[in-house]
């Protein structure tokens, strides 16, 4: 890359997406305009409450849910910390539930508030098996569950390795033993249909900026009925599980990405797929020791992600970066001392592997010629990072 | 219009990597910001002289100032199986190691600058005070830097032609005052990283710790003897004890006691007067000849036998297998097998090589 003159290739969509210009343009007026107080009882507080309940109507159609059943929240990550402690602690309270079952696959923002919960708060975290793609077996959360599973969590599409899980089948589950279940669906909602009547989902976390809309904004749908109790607390906004002033302009982006996603589903992925699908095949061709990370078929349909064997994944991005594209991996880390991903340890590969992943997400600014262009430098810098290793 | 050749700065985050990068910039090359990541005893890592996550967020901030792309290069498998290993194993053989040698042979002007070609960059800058004058036949001659005090060229004295016509070394033709206020015009942070000589992976722990930890060998007690082989008492591990040393011997005498020898064999420290003291000849091995070639013949120059010293005469005579014999005109008190011997031809670094003894 030289600087000041062509920016990256950008091919990390999952890390987060530009906002959409039409989001930008519909956001924009509730900084200024429109800068109500929902809470307040005033005109410039009704006319706000007016576009955040809008919004909220909005995501819950894109969820198939009720109005009354999305809660806004500050991002993804909020979300997910909100339905596991959440529930959790109501659970316990409700009746003594102190066992949570989680994939050992989930984003850190669950795998991390499982441990606190574990660590801190004495409960017992119970990881389900994940087969080689990371996929988990329904079979196994039957034979796992307990009458005190205070919630089930699994992360609807992985955001490392793009496999989705059998969503609606885990909800079957546990609906059917009265355990709440959660799943973030950060990754998958950018792409995928999602309705919580057919999963049979009690809560569902998405975030703004992973389809299009602003960073700092996300919601939680939770199940009318589920127990919870709020983790921020304060004033009752968000039917008293989330206190804080609601964040106008970005709930309203974050609906209108949103809704934008959906009706935009079939035809993004018409673009992404075949670009994907190329993309896998040309590098499991062209680069020696390389394998598909994830699920073959049941994967996000702008996801690649790969591992190649003894090849410092980290020092790969450099290269990347310094030849013109952006890119990710499991184990990045700014300061040099990069670990493999838990997520990647999961899914049986071994440290020669793990060390060397490379994570490719397309969107819609990508094009045939990026990708290529990519497949064209993708084997040199590869075997540089490998002959780096030895010398 | 000339195009420059990108240039990848190591950078550490103090005053003089941040202003070679800045420099760069301000002459219009492409510039990225590289830096290593050390190996550091688990637990120690915040501590680590040369890398802190301190000193890394404070290279990242340098870099984000100047509008440069920034990378932090693991290298903590390599410093280990190289330069932390060389250090074990020199004490158990009865050297005084200088690590950072290995380090800037393998590690900085190895793994790093091969990083930096790999990313694409034709050289590899660093805040070392020293220069670099290219000759008509292309040959790039490593000079002292301007600044007496400073000069870091003994350091560089390892590099070969091919690392030579990679490197650049923008502040040799600075004073460090000058360099401090250049800091200060570019808006750059004037911290200096620690000048202490301690290495970077002690984390200001004592050597002898960390041997005790890693070479407890290198820590076995045996005799103190004189030149006769009179036994004087007992020696708590020769890695304790360097040649010329007078403190800490812990015999009592009628004359003060200098450590002469270490008899690795025997495991015996060798001592005696001042008299005995001192030699005037030092072997040399794993010399580097900066030009390239052997020099034909014996040849007089300056030597340094530590980054320190001062300056001695002696005649160099090279000799097979990357090693010379040095005669000095006065005899040298200090000469520790291990250490880095430097010689100069006024200006310029003709070579330098580790004491053999």
Redesign the interface.
Known sequence: MNIGTDQPVYLDYAATTPVDERVLAVMLPYFTDFYGNPSSIHYFGQQAERALENARRVVAECLNARNDEIIFTACGTESDNLALRGVAFAQRKLKNANHILISPVEHHAVANTARQLAEEFGFEVEFLPVDEFGRVDPNDVTAMIRPETALVSVIYANNEIGTINPVSQIGLICHQKGIPFHTDAVQAAAHLPIDVQADLVDLLSVGGHKLYGPKGVGALYVRRGTPIMPVETGGKQEGGLRAGTQNVPYIVGMAEAFQLAQIERQSRAGQLVPLRDHLIERILAVVPRARLTGHPVERLPNHASFVFEKVDGNLLLMLLNEAGFACSSGSACKVGAPEPSEILTAIGLSRNWSLGSLRLTLGRQTTLEHVDRLINVLPSLVEKTRTLQVT | MIVLPKVAVAMSGGVDSSVAAALLVAEGY???GI???LWSEPGAENENRC?T?DA?AQA?RVAAQL???F??????QRFHDTVVQTFLSGYVQGLTPNPCVVCNRLIRW??LL??AL???AEKMATGHYARLRTLEDGTVQLLKGIDPRKDQSYILSSLSQDQLNHALLPLGEYQKSQVRELARNFGLPVAERSESQDLCFLAGQDYRQFLGRHAPEALKPGPIVDRRGSILGEHRGLAFYTVGQRKGIGIAFPEPLYVLNKDMHTNTLVVGPVSELGQDTLQAHHVNWTSGSVPQGPFPADVKIRYKAELARATIFPLEGDQARLVFEHPMRDITPGQLVVFYNNEMVVGGGLIAR
């Open positions: 492409p510039v990225i830096m290593l990541r890398c996550p890394m990242r509008g440069i792309q990378y932090a290069i693991d290298a903590r190895g793994l091969d990083t790999a990313m694409g």
